[in-house]
């Protein structure tokens, strides 16, 4: 393919005109050596020119000791955050800017090839993943396409560069990689030799790691096209590997459905969640995928409490806020919603009373109880937890007379 297509299709990119832009771009000039903006940064330029970026990625032919020094001449702050591999960032002001020397691979032992700096953009272009993020443009909004991504762009068509397999096997994450890519920007029906390649390669997902597994499936699930990838994971045997356990695509496609602004946790939730998501099961997920303690738990609850019952009184639903807080409960509420509980009618206006409403403390203390002659000690705590119950089955509803009313009324009984 063709590198300089002629046009400057980012010319007028918001990132690109910045001032911050322009003062990085002045200091490397003053290496003379060509550096060009590459990756996300143009590739999602050019499904929306009205997107600006404050995380952008430089290539340069410059080697990174001199690229420190222009930097820092120019009064901009610099991080050597992975000198050994070429790479630092510039921080002019709120922008980043990720510069890296280019490479071609010498010799190649998956992850860790033996690479050297070279001067070449084509031959950096072809260690990237896929056609669609080696593309890149220069300081004038030019565009440089090696390998026919802008037209894969246009057509939804996530396509590896070069040799499929072989850019696997580089670093098996490429599998996730190509899913997530093509839930975000791919269309029906995936690239054959792409789909091909992930199946034959699929047991290489054994090797990653459980925290890049994570980072790639959250964001997979966060994609507008879960759905279509999940399908093209579980028919390349990579879903299975990933999630060795039963998925329900169906529940996560009514969750879409009715509450599309469910998180990639709440996600994974939904396909989680059946009769057989035991707590084991799920325990044994969370810790392949390495997920925080505050996210193993949120998800160890989404996926085994009792849904809530949407027919139930309003104090029900308001005794469940209390219990569970207001998130946990509006999630729960949209899981039992994809069970097919609820319409959306009703799950928006339950929605509205759990974001609405603010839980009241319980009026009732451990010294309301020593008061009235109540020895300290486990059978205090049972007696207030059991007035809580009481209050709490009331809808809430008992003001402080009323419990200690019925706090009397126990302790006479």
């Known amino acids: 393919m063709g590198g300089d297509g002629g046009d400057r299709p ?14 990085v771009l002045e200091a490397l000039a003053a290496t003379g050596k060509e550096s060009r903006f590459v990756g996300g940064c143009v590739r999602d330029t050019l499904l929306d020119p009205r997107i600006d970026i404050v995380d952008l990625d430089i290539a340069t032919a410059a080697r990174p000791e001199e690229v420190m020094a222009r930097l820092e001449a120019a009064g901009i702050k ?26 071609r691979d010498v010799e190649c032992f998956g992850r860790h090839a033996a690479v050297e700096f070279t001067e070449d953009f084509e031959a950096d272009a072809a260690r990237r993943d896929f056609t669609i993020n080696a593309m890149s443009c220069d300081a004038e909004g030019r565009l440089f396409d090696y390998f026919g991504g802008r037209e894969d762009l246009a057509a939804g068509r996530i396509r590896f560069v070069g040799d499929p397999r072989r850019r ?23 690239d054959a030799e792409a789909l091909a390649a992930c199946a034959a390669e699929a047991e290489g997902l054994d090797r990653l790691s459980g925290e890049r597994i994570r980072e790639e499936l959250l964001r997979l699930l966060a994609a507008p096209g879960v759905l279509a990838a999940l399908d093209l994971m579980a028919e390349t045997g990579g879903l299975a590997r990933i999630l060795p356990v039963p998925v329900h695509r169906d529940r996560l496609a009514r969750l879409l459905e009715l509450a599309p602004e469910a998180d990639p946790l709440l ?37 085994t409490a009792p849904l809530p019952d949407p027919g139930a009184p309003e104090g029900r639903h308001k005794a469940g806020i209390y219990r569970l807080g207001a998130r946990t409960y509006a999630d729960l509420l949209r899981l039992a919603a994809a069970e097919g509980a609820m319409d ?10 759990a974001a609405r409403w603010t839980p009241p403390a319980f009026p009732l203390r451990g010294r309301d109880l020593l008061d009235r002659g109540v020895a300290p000690g486990p059978a205090m705590g049972r007696l207030l937890r059991a007035l809580e119950a009481w209050w709490l089955e009331g809808g809430l509803a008992a003001d402080r007379e009323a419990l200690l009313a019925e706090l009397e009324r126990r302790l006479r009984a």
């Open 78 to 103: 610099v991080v050597p955050t992975g000198l050994a591999h070429g790479t630092v960032t510039a921080i002019p002001g709120d922008r980043h800017y990720e510069i890296t020397t280019l490479r």
């Open 267 to 303: 996600r994974l939730a939904a396909l989680l969640r059946g009769p057989e998501a035991d707590a084991s099961k799920v325990l044994t997920i969370a810790h392949r995928l390495r997920l925080s303690r505050r996210e193993t738990e949120r998800l160890l609850r989404l996926t």
């Open 168 to 190: 696997i096997r580089e670093d098996y994450l490429r599998i996730l990689r190509f899913f997530r890519f093509f839930a975000r920007f791919g269309r029906p029906p995936a």
């Open 10 to 23: 980012l010319a007028g990119a918001r990132w690109l005109t910045a001032p911050e832009t322009r003062r």
């Open 344 to 353: 959306r009618a009703r799950l928006e206006a339950l929605l509205a009373l």
